[in-house]
């Protein structure tokens, strides 16, 4: 009992140091913008946007967690879990972000040699390195461990060829990790994980357009590419593993999704949907059958919302990692893209919009989000990769192949 | 699974093992074909009440443990795990009425006998063929100091067994108006009342109940005249809450027996489980349990804490633990094929259970109603 008194009172402490700090450095111009966003969108940060960047990236508190011998910022996880509290009570958001800060970093902490951390690590921490990701190939998307890009060895360093896609940011990215075959024999036991410098010559990247108009994404071609041996993280056809690790990171993160969307700023969907519907003398939306929908979608998307406070709760309790977590993506998938459906089918012909006058820009941003978030059940492990890995892991199915 | 303290693991745990020894579901069996009076074991209830789990919500100066709703909700998923008949969720339904609204004399009558199992409780409050809180319209005269009692209550469970019946009634307004509903106390053997016992899918104890002008004192009036239809819903919350708990309990086991049968069953040289088309069936299911788990605990929660939002959170528990239970009930029925369909199996009986249960105190499109009327659309 007192060393939790003790443990609470330390918090406390850390609590006013953050305050003080963030006071002291957080530019009140940024409140709430989301500059993080910006910097992986390939946007190079100048005035506050800059200055805040350095004062995170040198504290280390844009990712806090992380040691402090690699620039981290060396909190615990109670502390980490403080400072947010503070920035979000300022509306401070972290301007680090992207790949590096969110699935490659802590991987690399775990898997990476002492090199390999003390090279890359600290240029995460201050977002001065931008990361892509190499992974899916055209005849390897659900079935990752199907890729064919060679690693071939040749003496001090490997050469590379082939071609990889859904690269998202690799026009802006610095360094790319990839996934390259390196032994032909075997499936998963023939992958490595390899860091590739972006400006290495044989590197080709193009942009892919989406249904949306927007190109996120980009195809990535390697011909004879020169990698160092020393880029190679892990064993030699030891990358699967690791792969596997860093895409856990990445569902993780990706999980939010629904539950963000929820609460996106401006209208609420059923205020939306009075203003565009109207409804009856009691109050009720004048559309009946749209009114049980969007209600039963509000529900579910609490039900999400509850889910994602209850695996916080349980896994900050020490019970181990709660089993909630496996639904996550493919739960708040489907509350973003019902609520995307839901607000296009309230705003009617106006929510087809796509550019032009004759449409609010709250109109044109509905129809751009609902082609784009058809991709959230396609990324990161499709609806039925997320069902498949439910089936055998947690349920413990047999593989049906 | 809501972070427990160390008691409510202990609680949890030792109605699991209770469950396990003395009450699976061929208890329930036990009770359909040997004709149980009140369709439920009273040795078992007995033993129910001597754990203590009567006395849950009872605060301990009335001889109760006053753990909360959440901790009756872990027991509720239990016992509702292999589908244990007893009138311990009825009782506690009367419990939190009187806790809500009954006078100091009220809850010293009642509450030492709940906590002991010695009296059995419920609440009636639909007339009809649907729950419609709304739409009371049992009467309630003014006779001398007290009042006299004349209608009907349909399907009130427990309602053959309870010692003491929460009745919601109307002293003013007409049906659908929200003042002139009072609740009132009313003794399971008054005179005038009489309790038809129904059979119904289920097995369970439900009643109807005729009211012809049944004498009750001034003292029987639970809370205020006239203004019981605001407290009539909080305790129909609580009620939602705790059958969403025996819900979640009940759909989970439902769920259970199907993986592993889907482990077992071999069909075409290999155990069905392989197939990819019931596995991802399989996934929803599972993915349907963990949403409803989350919503059925931030329901019990809310109420121990008194949140502010407790009618919104029991109308998405309540609907989401319906439309999960239907769901899985009838896949339990669906992968075990022809062997599902027989009296035999237990599938059926969850079935038969889950219907009913979605029904009471409100079934999902009942519930998705209310949640958008009370977020205001």
Redesign the interface.
Known sequence: MAALEARESELESFRGEARDWLAKNFPPSLKDVDVAMQVTGGWKPTGDAKLWAERMGAKGWGTPTWPKQYGGGGLSKEQARVLLQEMGRIGARSPIGGMGVMMFGPTLLEYGNEEQKSQHIPKIVTGEIRWCQGYSEPNAGSDLAALQTRAEDKGDHFLVNGQKIWTSGAQYADWCFCLVRTDKTRKHEGISFVLIDMRTPGIEVRLIKLISGNSPFCETFFTDVKVPKENLVGPLNGGWTIGKRLLQFERAGLGGGGGSQGRMEGRSLEQMAKDYVGTDERGRLADTDLRGRVTQHLMEARAFTLTLQRAQAESKSNQGPSAATSIMKNAGAKVAQDRAELTLEIMGHQGMGWEGDAFTPEEIVAARTWLGGKAVTIYGGSSEIQNNIIAKRILGLLDHQ | ???LTEEQTMLRDAAKSWVAEKSPVTALRKVRDSGADHAFDPAAWREIAEMGWAGILIPENYGGSGLGYLTLGLVLEETGRTLTASPLLSTAVATSALLLAGNDTQKETWLPKFAEGKAIGTIAVDEGAHHAPEKISLKATKDGSGYKLSGKKSFVADGSAADLIVVAARTGGKPGDANGVTLFLVPGNAAGLTREKLKTVDSRGHANLAFKDVSVGADAVLGSVDQGGAVLESILDRARAAIAAEMLGAAAQSFDVT?DY??TRVQFGQ?I????AL??R???M??DL??????V??ALNAIDKNANDVAALCS?AK??ASDTWHLVSNEMVQMHGGIGMTDAHDAGLYLKRARVAEAAFGGA?YH??R???L???
């Open positions: 699974m809501a972070v993986l889907l482990k155990v489980g392989t197939f990819q596995q991802h399989a996934a929803k599972f993915t963990e949403l409803t788990r989350s919503c605990e931030a998405l609907a989401h499109s998705r109603d949640y958008a009327r977020m205001g659309y």
